[in-house]
């Protein structure tokens, strides 16, 4: 007789080890785009975060998809790891240039096809 | 030997546990922010607030709501401050 509970699934161990950057300055991106920045002090099973010194980033208002270089001071802040979609040192962060192809030559190559 | 990593780590949800009876600042996942006084919080972190004042941030200025206690959805909740004291700029 086979239970629904003799097969547990096993448990393993996260992709991300945050003990390596408890202390450590991380920058966080959440669903909806809000950005954060903070020194990772706590963490939990459900990616639930505890962040101290935070900053926020703040968006252009009048789109928010572009994150500006304002920001503003939250300090000590717990994060939902429900919401959150990355979590990056914030160290390790370099600003390169347009892999995109040009829209206009993207727009001009669909025009020559149909 | 092995050295025992003395690191004082915070459970997040214990720190939530501890603002009970104090203000709590909340941050949305949209443009809405919550100041209250947290009474409880379940396993989803619904919460329950008192004395609330709600921020609807426009890129026109804030609109504020007062609210007496509300169950307050926790699906939408980013962030959470302790502390209650909200900067809403630089």
Redesign the interface.
């Known amino acids: 007789k086979h239970s629904i509970m003799s097969h547990s699934v096993p448990e393993r161990d996260p992709v991300l080890d945050f003990?390596k950057y408890?202390?450590q300055r991380v920058r966080v991106r959440?669903?909806?785009g809000?950005e954060?920045e903070g020194f990772l002090?706590?963490?939990?099973k459900l990616d639930?975060?505890?962040l101290d010194d935070s900053i926020?980033f703040?968006r252009d208002?009048?789109d928010l998809s572009q994150v500006t270089d304002?920001?503003?001071?939250?300090?000590?802040?717990?994060?939902?790891g429900?919401?959150i979609c990355l979590i990056c040192p914030s160290d390790d962060m370099q600003e390169i240039s347009n892999p995109f192809p040009d829209e206009e030559e993207v727009e001009a190559e669909g025009d020559a096809e149909t | 030997t092995r050295k025992m990593a003395s690191?004082i780590?915070?459970?997040?949800?214990a720190?939530?546990d501890k603002c009970i009876g104090s203000k709590i600042w909340i941050?949305m996942?949209?443009n809405k922010e919550l100041v209250g006084t947290l009474r409880g919080f379940d396993e989803y972190?619904n919460m329950v607030l008192d004395d609330v004042t709600e921020y609807d941030i426009t890129?026109n200025g804030i609109k504020e709501t007062q609210l007496d206690q509300i169950l307050l959805n926790?699906?939408?909740?980013?962030?959470?401050?302790?502390?209650g004291d909200p900067?809403?700029?630089?």
């Open positions: 003990a408890t202390d959440f669903q909806g809000r954060v002090k706590g963490y939990d639930n975060l505890v926020e703040l208002p009048n304002k920001t503003r001071p939250l300090g000590l802040i717990i994060c939902r429900t919401q | 690191v780590r915070i459970q997040p949800l720190l939530i941050i996942k949209s972190v890129p926790g699906s939408n909740i980013c962030m959470l401050v302790p502390g900067t809403f700029s630089t």
